[in-house]
């Protein structure tokens, strides 16, 4: 990549992750796999080189751009987290009071039911905490959606996902061993079990 491209390609990553800050400001971070596609449909791509703003990183591929991204990081202009990033600058828009303190007992309530929460959904709704409140809370990353309906607190999460790992090592995982183990329903087991199984998949 010459120096051109590089830094269109620089000017671009932080335009289109800018652009998905403003769409999702709830949100701390967006995926690096959401970043590339923003991205590469950028207006600039329908210009001319010489034209303000113009150039096209068609011929750029997609390692060479995080090879770009991760320059930016290194120089803190951006922030990265495993596969998701942010610029540094950016600051989530906070809730109000009223808000804030709505989602934290939501989240307080989650934690202390463990490996069986009820429906956020539900309980959201009769706590005044619209559905697009809870869909940027899962956005973030705070609140893990392991199956329909069943959600967990980050740290909970975490937490349940190693002790599913040091149970793996000890044998096989089966629903009724699980639901055992952490005391929870048939139905929490069975989604516990099969999100950390997708996981693994992705990650292989």
Known sequence: MDSAQRRLAERRLVAALRRLHRREPMRVDVRTDALLPELRSDPGERLPPGHRGGGSLREVSDAELLAVMEALVEAGNLVRRGHRVRLSDHTPILLDPQMRDRVGRLMTGLREAGAEPPRVDGVAARMGIPVGVV????????????????????????????RLDEMARHGPLTVSRVRDRLRTSRRHAEALIAFRRGLRARQH
């Open 135 to 162: 869909d940027q809370l899962r956005s973030a990353g705070e609140l893990v959606q392991v199956a329909e309906g069943i959600d967990y607190p980050r740290g909970v999460a975490d937490k349940l996902r190693a």
